[in-house]
């Protein structure tokens, strides 16, 4: 696909950092997921194991492979990331007897309850912004907008 860019514009033409689109989205990345570290710790997740347990707790018994469609994740990174959260006792995995080479993913009573002590996280996450909702749902319909428009170069 051929750049837009022409050349001529003072973003095309910068390789100072901070003039950076991608600097100021990765290190913005970085700040956040500092503060869902901290917020995640009480319920002893990592981020990408909130991301799937935020998943199943929309939708239990799911098969693996529609998980990482949601999380734009392959197997081999989401099968470790379900195995922790196995031994953790937060869900089980098992075959499915249609098809043994899919894997379907429940949620324990352990990881059904975890959500209740989850249920703070988004509001934390939104103090720790001190964006309104507004601008930070603006923000997230730009952020899919770029990441479909990404998907497509």
């Given at each position: 696909?051929?750049?837009p860019?022409?050349?001529?514009?003072?973003?095309?033409?910068?390789m100072?950092?901070?003039?950076?689109?991608?600097?100021?989205?990765y290190?913005?990345?970085?700040?956040l997921?500092?503060?869902?570290?901290?917020?995640?710790?009480?319920?002893?997740?990592?981020?990408?194991?909130?991301?799937?347990?935020?998943?199943?707790w929309?939708?239990?018994?799911?098969m693996?492979s529609?998980?990482g469609?949601?999380?734009?994740?392959d197997?081999?990174?989401?099968?470790?990331?379900?195995?922790?959260?196995?031994?953790?006792?937060?869900?089980?995995?098992?075959?499915?007897?249609?098809?043994?080479?899919?894997?379907?993913?429940?949620?324990?009573?352990?990881?059904?309850?975890?959500?209740?002590?989850?249920?703070?996280?988004?509001?934390d996450?939104?103090?720790?912004?001190?964006?309104?909702?507004?601008?930070?749902?603006?923000?997230?319909?730009?952020?899919?907008?770029l990441?479909?428009?990404?998907?497509?170069?």
């Amino acid at each position: 696909m051929k750049s837009p860019l022409n050349g001529n514009t003072p973003m095309a033409m910068s390789m100072s950092l901070d003039q950076q689109f991608c600097f100021a989205l990765y290190s913005a990345n970085l700040a956040l997921n500092k503060v869902y570290r901290k917020l995640l710790a009480k319920l002893n997740l990592t981020y990408p194991q909130y991301l799937v347990m935020l998943v199943l707790w929309e939708r239990d018994e799911i098969m693996v492979s529609e998980i990482g469609e949601q999380l734009f994740l392959d197997s081999a990174t989401l099968t470790p990331l379900l195995k922790r959260l196995e031994a953790a006792g937060l869900l089980l995995r098992s075959r499915s007897a249609e098809d043994e080479r899919q894997v379907i993913i429940r949620l324990t009573d352990q990881g059904r309850a975890l959500k209740d002590v989850a249920k703070s996280v988004p509001d934390d996450v939104l103090c720790a912004t001190a964006c309104s909702e507004e601008k930070l749902t603006g923000l997230k319909k730009q952020l899919e907008s770029l990441r479909a428009q990404l998907a497509q170069w």
